[in-house]
């Protein structure tokens, strides 16, 4: 027995640990740019982008090592099945509680990993990841400033600087600062020659403390646009509040529940009004820390009959469940939590809810194990007609591809032994009737060219199929854990689940634009790795044919690949990614916003020559069917100061293609010297044109 365990154990930790790696790439996929970016933006040094991921790894792992227990015993179990090892094993004594006792010692030993990681390292994680984020907050915004480009993260106020000067202190050149609190139809602003940044002197993480140098503050009234005030300073301090926005933090809404020590959870747990919000997060929190990792023991209830019951299908039968079971666990668990979070169930129930339905299903199946009952038939059914859908598009390795280089005459019918009989496997030749022309054969004639030979559609289709199946895998996974991640805000804002379809269907062309160069590198390893496994490529060297000439069909496909990538980042992409932007915000409850220009609401004016002034717009709506601008204000500025010279508001602004221009209606104009209005400027408008508005 002790030879059975160390075999089985073997085989079920190496499928466990490859599953883990890639459940846990996947996840850290969603987060990885935030944290490149804020590497790259020179606000987090090289040991703090350390300190990041080792922070989320433990946050991490509460979720991937259950789920990379499960792809362990479904993928090690179905391999033994689909060899006929199972069979061998049961024949010799080996009963189905056996390896019950002998996959449990994985189970187990995940068991306690996750209690020490959701216990300890996921708390001091989180904790330590909230210390951090607080430190990079300030130097994050005040880094992140871009010249020429309007930053809205700060509270009602949208930031513009023309020149960023890099210094221990953000300094910046020519700013303008718009004030949308009282009036966003048509802001206060605040413009300033020069400014330079530092954190806020009350000890605020939250604010910024910005120092202007001769500055000018433009107030207007909410009701009288004739009612105009300026007030200047040679200097100037003015804080800056930052906004709360869920989708810059690294870490997750409930990241100061997660924060809590062991003993601090169990504290608030019992602390206070049990049916307070605070109490009942701290209960689900605390439910949460064990649930999971007990999670290893219920999944291999249900993965052991199931991989030994996989035998039709083989690994790809396991592959398919793993994702079909993962899917259901978490989602179960989610809709758990969330019904948990608005009282409808217990804490405890809410949480557990998963586990016992999976405990409750898992014994089941173990006990149709020896009689082979409807249940587990029919799961294995299903697993292994997925199974063969997947082997149905991979290229069968028939060795017939290398007929055509090693038959004497170099037509393989011609070379065809009589009556069917075939040579040697050892030669790694065999014959196959083939009467009617493939496409590619239909190809070669058309075009009167020896490529793509017989070999190259063999190499092509392995690395077609393995990179199709590469990126269902990686689209799948993400489109389900993103799905998870956002069950919290589609129970509570009750939305309908034909917003969260529509909004993961226009997911997945970002995540074909993001995984498509990783899965082709994916597809090259497993193509070239099982062609030197079954010794296909010593064939192949052995024709006469260079390691060369068998990459270049992987070449050109790859090539093909790029342009497509290309074509489809330049056309489509653009538009899926605005709209699931739209039904993001939907779903999380947001107001309703348009993503159709870059700066949303605010553009910068180009100049055509020097001393010409700069210009910023602002406006409420555009039609682009129409080219109409919905109260539109012009900013004019001194090139070479940045004081405001004039300042032109209309309800709406029409392009008129009979004057080549903009006509602006219903508005008024108003001209600046300094920090005074000149006297007699102000007019207003019905309908009027602009000509020196070039824009």
């Known amino acids: 027995m002790r030879i059975f365990t160390r075999y089985v154990l073997r085989e079920v930790t190496s499928y466990a640990l490859l599953g883990g790696v890639l459940f846990t790439f996947v996840l850290f996929m969603r987060d990885l740019p935030k944290i490149l970016d804020l590497l790259v933006r020179d606000s987090a040094s090289f040991t703090d982008a350390l300190r990041i991921f080792g922070d989320m790894l433990p946050n991490t792992l509460t979720v991937t090592i259950p789920t990379a227990v499960l792809a362990g015993i479904l993928l090690g179990l179905s391999r033994l099945a689909a060899d006929s090892e199972v069979t061998a094993m049961r024949a010799c004594g080996v009963g189905a509680l056996s390896f019950v006792r002998i996959v449990s ?10 209690l020490v990681n959701a216990l300890y390292f996921a708390p001091h994680g989180a904790a330590d990841l909230l210390k951090l984020e607080e430190q990079l907050k300030t130097s994050q915004a005040s880094v992140a400033i871009e010249p020429r480009v309007f930053y809205e993260d700060f509270k009602d106020k949208v930031l ?87 989708d810059i933090h690294i870490s997750r809404t409930s990241t100061h529940v997660q924060a809590l020590s062991f003993r601090e959870l169990w504290q608030r747990t019992h602390t206070g009004d049990a049916n307070s919000h605070d109490a009942r997060a701290a209960r689900i ?84 194990l020896a009689g082979g009952g409807i249940i587990l038939n029919f799961f294995t059914s299903v697993g292994a007609a997925l199974g063969k859908k997947l082997g149905a598009i991979a290229p069968r390795r028939i060795a017939a591809t290398f007929s055509r280089f090693t038959s004497p005459t170099g037509d393989p019918a011609a070379d065809e032994p009589p009556n069917g009989s075939t040579l040697h496997a050892d030669t790694h030749t065999s014959y196959a009737r083939n009467p009617a022309p493939t496409l590619v054969q239909r190809m070669r004639s058309l ?17 077609a ?174 090139p070479q100061t940045f004081a405001l010279q004039r300042r032109i508001h209309a309800d709406t602004v029409r392009w008129d293609p009979l004057v080549s221009g903009w006509v602006f209606d219903n508005g008024w104009q108003r001209s600046f010297a300094g920090d005074t209005i000149i006297p007699g400027s102000y007019k207003t408008f019905t309908v009027t044109t602009f000509p020196e508005i070039l824009e």
């Open 160 to 246: 513009y600087v023309q020149d960023v000067r890099p210094s221990a202190n953000a300094s910046w050149r020519h700013v303008f600062l718009a004030d949308l609190t009282e009036q966003p139809t048509n802001p206060n602003i605040t413009t300033a020659d020069q400014a330079s940044v530092s954190n806020s002197n009350n000890g605020d993480s939250q604010s910024l403390l910005m120092h202007l140098v001769n500055a000018g503050q433009h107030h207007i009234s909410p009701t009288d646009p004739n009612s105009y005030d300026i007030s200047t300073d040679a200097s100037y301090d003015l804080p800056l509040q930052l906004e709360s926005q869920d």
């Open 285 to 368: 929190e605390f439910n949460i820390r064990f649930s999971y990792p007990f999670a290893c023991l219920v999944l291999m209830l249900i993965g052991v009959p199931l991989g030994l019951s996989s035998k039709r299908g083989g690994k790809s039968t396991g592959f398919v469940l793993t994702l079909l079971l993962v899917f259901a666990y978490y989602l179960l668990s989610n809709i758990g939590v969330a019904f948990a979070k608005s009282g409808k169930l217990s804490p405890f129930l809410g949480v557990w809810g998963a586990n016992l339905i999976f405990a409750a299903f898992g014994s089941l199946l173990l006990q149709q």
């Open 465 to 638: 199929t393995n990179f199709l199946l590469s990126l269902g895998a990686f689209a799948l996974l993400y489109v389900v854990f993103t799905f998870f991640e956002l069950m919290g805000d589609i129970v509570r804002n009750q939305t309908p689940f034909i917003i969260v379809g529509q909004y993961l269907i226009n997911l997945v062309p970002f995540i074909i634009n993001a995984v498509t160069p990783l899965c082709s590198l994916l597809a090259v390893l497993i193509t070239f790795g099982a062609l030197n496994r079954a010794s296909e490529l010593t064939a192949m060297k052995a024709t006469g044919i260079s390691l060369y000439r068998v990459v270049a069909p992987i070449l050109v496909l790859a090539a093909v690949l790029a342009a497509a990538l290309f074509a489809f980042d330049e056309s489509y992409l653009p538009d899926a990614n605005r709209r699931q932007e739209q039904l993001r915000a939907q779903i999380k409850g947001k107001p309703a916003q348009t993503f159709l220009l870059p700066g949303r609401q605010f553009i910068s004016g180009q100049t055509n020559k020097a001393g010409d002034p700069s210009r910023i717009f602002y406006y409420q709506a555009f039609d682009p069917d129409s080219n109409v601008f919905a109260y539109l204000t012009v900013f004019e500025f001194d």
């Open 447 to 463: 075009f009167k060219t020896s490529f793509p030979l017989l070999l190259d559609e063999y190499v092509m289709r392995a690395y």
């Open 105 to 114: 010692i994985l189970s187990l030993t995940a068991l306690a990993l996750g």
